[in-house]
């Protein structure tokens, strides 16, 4: 088997990439149909890590669902390569500011998420995103991250739009619930499951895993 590699990329910090890698983690073990997930922490800070060990102490060892495994450099398409052997899905939760290991992850990624909160702040970092993105070859998928209640404004939106890259149709908006499970390790979909939040996360990870089933296998592993 070969599974997917889905890399959450932004050169932006604070801009949810950890949160979001977090959810579609846990959100992938039922929309792949219980398959197996794992995820790959490349971030200096070792936030999803974090997340992950907490996780752990709440749920105990080997009963989190998920695998992780930690990687830097060149190791990291290594790492994902290897995990994508058997695994169906590995997330891989990238550094800001870091082009090396974005060229090395990006460039055994099936498919690139890159979360933007809409602001011009986001918007110019997600152009250089994009950059590194087109150089490694996969495509790419923009996320409205942490919308505010009403309607993204028409003329951020249209800046959106002139990016080269779809917007996902799902969107994350900005509640405290996101932040607040991230703290005991867990998230939305666990501990609020009939919410807007959890509805959020499950309609954007089914988008993203049709995506990633219609991206044709890797020749090289």
């Known amino acids: ?26 959100a992938g073990l039922h929309v792949s149909g219980g398959g197996r997930v ?7 800070q070792g936030s999803l890590g974090q997340w992950y060990e907490r996780r752990e102490r709440r749920l105990g060892e080997g009963e989190t669902g998920l695998l ?32 090396m290991e974005a060229r090395n992850a990006i460039e055994a990624a099936d498919l690139v998420a890159v979360p933007v909160q809409p602001t011009p702040v986001d918007l110019w970092a997600t152009v250089a995103t994009l950059e590194l993105v087109e150089k490694g070859g996969p495509p790419a998928i923009l996320i409205v991250n942490r919308a ?4 993204i404004a028409e003329a951020t939106l249209a800046q959106l739009q002139k990016l080269p890259a779809p917007i996902a149709a799902g969107q994350l908006g900005n509640r405290v619930a996101f932040g607040a499970t991230m703290g005991s390790g867990s998230t939305v979909l666990e501990a609020f499951p ?18 990633l089933a ?7 592993r």
């Open 38 to 44: 794992a995820i790959l922490d490349i971030d200096p």
């Open 68 to 99: 992780l495994r930690t990687a830097s450099g060149w190791g990291a398409k290594r790492e994902a390569r290897i995990l994508a052997r058997d695994h169906d899905l590995v997330l891989i939760d990238m550094p800001p500011r870091s082009d």
């Open 148 to 151: 505010p209640a009403r309607a």
């Open 1 to 26: 088997m070969t599974g997917k590699i889905l890399v959450i990329a932004q050169q932006k910090g604070g801009s949810g990439k950890t949160t979001l890698a977090a959810h579609l983690a846990v």
């Open 194 to 211: 009939h919410s807007k939040a959890a509805d959020e996360v499950r309609a954007l990870a089914a988008e993203l895993q049709r995506l």
């Open 214 to 220: 219609s991206q044709p296998a890797k020749a090289i």
